[in-house]
């Protein structure tokens, strides 16, 4: 079974730093993934996916993910931050049985410190 | 251009009483439609997915229930809430019969049991 593994609960940055959220995942089959990010009391917003093709994919607000397929691993990367990055990231996995399904994990809390 | 609508965005109610949230999407036909609760400081937990009018998947035993009375509506239901109801409810919907595109979600409400 398909599952998501984000190896930092939080992570407190300063301000214009760079910064790197971790994600890990197991699956037997070809994935696809994708980040999310959570403001507070709201819904999720899509940053960005990996279907195929090239393992560097960029998102919106200059996010931008690399996929390794040999560490199972599809980290969330950033140059440099601003205080409105702070928010909650969701990496998932798409699972496929009929309906599409995405598999969470758990959560990256990101504190953008001036 | 879809869009997708939950209401309300906020919602107190008592022990033991019923509960309707719902889901409507725009600008799309035929989408897979999907309940996810998230509890405080915790990832998100799958509770229901259709794949079409009156098509439910429930992912795990629980005190509520789900309907699709039409295409792009989707409602979430308790007859006798219990306070481990409590959470933030969130619809996302994604296009059918294609696992790698991604879920989009609404903007969640937050239900209180007192």
């Known amino acids: 079974a398909q599952s998501v593994t984000q190896l930092d609960s939080q992570v407190p940055v300063f301000e214009e730093a760079p910064v790197e959220l971790r994600c890990n995942y197991s699956?037997?089959?070809?994935?696809?993934l994708f980040w999310y990010v959570q403001y507070p009391n709201q819904g999720l917003q899509l940053l960005l996916k990996?279907?195929?093709?090239?393992?560097l994919v960029k998102g919106i607000n200059g996010f931008e993910a690399e996929f390794n397929k040999s560490q199972t691993s599809f980290h969330l990367r950033k140059p440099s931050v601003h205080i409105s990055d702070t928010a909650e990231y969701f990496c998932?996995?798409?699972?496929?049985?009929?309906?599409?399904?995405?598999?969470f994990g758990q959560g990256t809390r990101l504190t953008i410190n001036p | 251009s879809q869009t997708i609508h939950q209401w309300p965005a906020t919602l107190v109610q008592p022990v033991g009483s019923p509960l309707s949230l719902e889901c409507t999407v725009e600008?799309?036909?035929?989408?897979?439609l999907y309940w996810y609760r998230q509890a405080a400081g915790r990832g998100l937990q799958l509770l229901f997915y259709?794949?079409?009018?009156?098509?439910i998947s429930s992912e795990v035993p629980q005190n509520l229930s789900a309907s699709r009375p039409q295409d792009r509506q989707f409602i979430l239901s308790s007859k006798k809430l219990l306070l481990s109801d409590s959470g933030f409810y969130l619809c996302?919907?994604?296009?059918?019969?294609?696992?790698?595109?991604?879920?989009?979600f609404g903007d969640g409400t937050r239900l209180s049991i007192l």
């Open positions: 600008g799309t036909s035929n989408p897979n």
């Open positions: 996302a919907w994604s296009r059918w019969g294609a696992p790698n595109q991604p879920q989009h």
């Open positions: 699956s037997s089959v070809s994935v696809y």
């Open positions: 998932a996995v798409s699972v496929s049985q009929g309906a599409q399904k995405l598999v």
């Open positions: 990996y279907l195929s093709g090239s393992t």
């Open positions: 259709s794949v079409g009018i009156g098509q």
